[in-house]
Structure formats: C-alpha cells, structure tokens
C-alpha cells in the first residue's frame, strides 16, 4: 500500500495567517489521484481538493493544492475561523486507496 | 441536492455481524461507485472498499475475507456487512459517494454511524 506522511502533525496559527500543509507519498502518485479533506470535530470529512489542485464544488478560493510526484501541497492563504480543523490527503493510485495521518491546524 | 442517510446497529459483540445502510436521495446510484470508509483514533480514515450500481466491488484486502456489500436499487441504497467482529472494528462508519470518472476522491458523505464491539 502507498503510505501518505502529513506533517506537521500540528500546526498552530492565528486567523489572517497562512498555512503550508505537506503530504509525503511512499511512491510517485499521479497529479490526478490526489486529494484532500477537511474535517472538523464531530463532522464527516468534508473534499476540499481533487487531481492535487481542483477545488470541489463551493471551497473557497483561499484553499489550493498543488505539487506532483510524491510531494504535495496544500495551502489556505488566510485563515478563517472555520478553518481551524483536521486536513488528511488520500490517494487513488491504486487499491486500496489510502489517507494519510492528518495535520491538525489550531488556533495559536 | 445529493445526500446520504446511513443507519445500523451501533454496539455488538465481538463475534456477531456489523450491518450498516447508506439511502442516497437526490441521486441514482447509478453512474458512481459508493463507498464505506471508517475511522479510528489510532489508524485514522481506512477506506473499506466500494460497490456500483451493477454490483461490480472492490474491497481493501485487509477486510475482504469478512466483507460483502451490495446495493438495492428498487430503494437507492448500498449497504455493507462486516461478519467476525472483533473490537478492532470499533470505529466511525461512513458511508460515501466516489470515485468516479472525473473525480478521485469522495464528494459526498454521510453523517456517520458509531459502532462499539465489547463483550
């Protein structure tokens, strides 16, 4: 299985602020099988990012993703309040499809 | 607009089975691949395996020995059993859409089933 590594594990910002969020792949993924989720506590996962750099349907532009091979990047310009939450990338590559293990964003 | 309503028995014992259900409203399931996920403190987000429409499936092989889900197309709904639980199994359950052509990844979700297996 493609073993994802997010790090940081936490990230601790203020709102207004940007945050850099990592996902590591064990073997090159294809741009198109990568994804990203939000989740906040208590909530379903929610998609946020498709193909490492497609917004899903109502994310608000301050969210992108991007990056190729085994790098990936997900990026939030300025924090909003409701963006402090749990972030996990996923991979399609193959099966089984895999997440990684999440990076907490708090509020510093 | 799509949306998924799941609901199963939520505390079992360890050896008994684990059925959950998934009604999609304002969608067919055809066209899709649908899902189930599950979550745990410790192993995070495991995807479980995923079933169309014509029933075609696959499974994480991790599972596959103990799983079988289905779909009910009279009614718009999938569901999954997982037999021989053991407390590992303990977890949130979720039911999605995805993936499919154009998108890889899962787009629509349930609301969660929490599921407890304890003697």
């Known amino acids: 299985d493609i073993v994802l590594t997010q790090s940081p594990g936490t990230l601790s910002l203020s709102p207004g602020e940007r945050a850099t969020l990592s996902c590591r792949a064990s073997?090159?993924?294809?741009?198109?099988?990568l994804a990203w989720y939000q989740q906040r506590p208590g909530q379903a996962p929610r998609l946020l990012i498709y193909?490492?750099?497609n917004r899903a349907t109502g994310i608000p532009d301050r969210f992108s993703g991007s990056g190729s091979g085994t790098d990936f990047t997900l990026t939030i310009s300025r924090l909003e309040p409701e963006d402090f939450a749990v972030y996990s990338c996923q991979q399609f590559v193959y099966s089984p499809c895999t997440f990684g293990g999440g990076t907490r964003v708090e509020i510093k | 607009q799509v949306r998924l309503q799941q609901w199963g028995a939520g505390l079992l014992k360890p050896s008994e089975a684990l059925s959950l259900t998934c009604a999609v409203y304002?969608?067919?399931?055809?066209?899709?691949?649908w899902s189930w996920i599950r979550q745990t403190p410790g192993k995070g987000l495991e995807w479980i395996g995923k079933?169309?429409?014509?029933?075609?499936?696959d499974y994480n092989p991790s599972l596959k020995s103990r799983l079988m889900m289905s779909v009910d197309m009279s009614k718009n709904q999938f569901s999954l059993k997982l037999i021989s639980v053991t407390t590992a199994d303990t977890a949130v359950y979720y039911c999605?859409?995805?993936?499919?052509?154009?998108?890889?990844?899962?787009?629509?979700w349930g609301q969660g089933t929490v599921v407890i297996v304890s003697s």
């Open positions: 079933i169309n429409h014509g029933e075609s499936s």
């Open positions: 073997e090159s993924v294809s741009s198109s099988d």
């Open positions: 193909g490492a750099s």
């Open positions: 304002g969608e067919s399931l055809s066209g899709y691949y």
């Open positions: 999605a859409r995805g993936p499919y052509r154009g998108l890889r990844g899962f787009d629509i």
